[in-house]
C-alpha cells in the first residue's frame, strides 16, 4: 500500500495550491480519506475528512470556506484545494487512509493505517 502526495510548493498569502494523493495497492473508495498537517515545533493535526462516497465532509475550523477535499474514486486519488491560503497554513501536509467503518472522532490520527510521506506547502507573508 502506498500514498503518494503531490502539489505541494511555495506560494504567497492569498494565493492557492491543489494537493493530490495518489493511492496505489489498495482500492480508495473503500476507505475514508484525510487529510493532516504538521508544522514546524507543532504535532500533527487534522485539515479534513471525506467519506467513501464523497458525501460527508469534515473540517478543521481554521480551513472551512478555504479548503475543500474531495476525491475521484475511479482515479484512487483525493485532493486537497487550498484557497486564501496564510502563513499560518505553512505545514508538511499528508494523506492518510481509514478502513474504521464508524468512529466518534474522525479526526483522530488512530483511525488511520495508512498515510503518505508529505509534501510540503510554504506560505510567504
Known amino acids: 500500500v502506498q500514498l503518494q502526495a503531490s502539489g505541494g510548493g511555495l506560494v504567497q498569502a492569498g494565493g492557492s495550491l491543489r494537493l493530490s494523493c495518489k493511492a496505489s495497492g489498495l482500492t480508495l473508495s473503500n476507505y475514508r480519506m484525510a487529510w493532516f498537517r504538521q508544522a514546524p515545533g507543532k504535532e500533527r493535526e487534522f485539515v479534513a475528512s471525506?467519506?467513501?462516497?464523497?458525501?460527508?465532509?469534515y473540517y478543521t475550523d481554521s480551513v472551512k470556506g478555504r479548503f475543500t477535499i474531495f476525491r475521484d474514486n475511479a482515479k484512487n486519488t483525493v485532493y486537497l484545494q487550498m484557497n486564501s491560503l496564510k502563513p499560518e497554513d505553512t505545514a508538511v501536509y499528508y494523506c492518510?487512509?481509514?478502513?474504521?467503518?464508524?468512529?466518534?472522532?474522525?479526526?483522530?490520527?488512530?483511525?488511520?493505517?495508512?498515510w503518505g510521506q508529505g509534501t510540503l506547502v510554504t506560505v510567504s507573508s
Open positions: 471525506i467519506r467513501r462516497s464523497g458525501s460527508n465532509k
Open positions: 492518510a487512509a481509514s478502513s474504521t467503518v464508524y468512529s466518534t472522532d474522525w479526526s483522530a490520527p488512530n483511525n488511520y493505517a495508512y
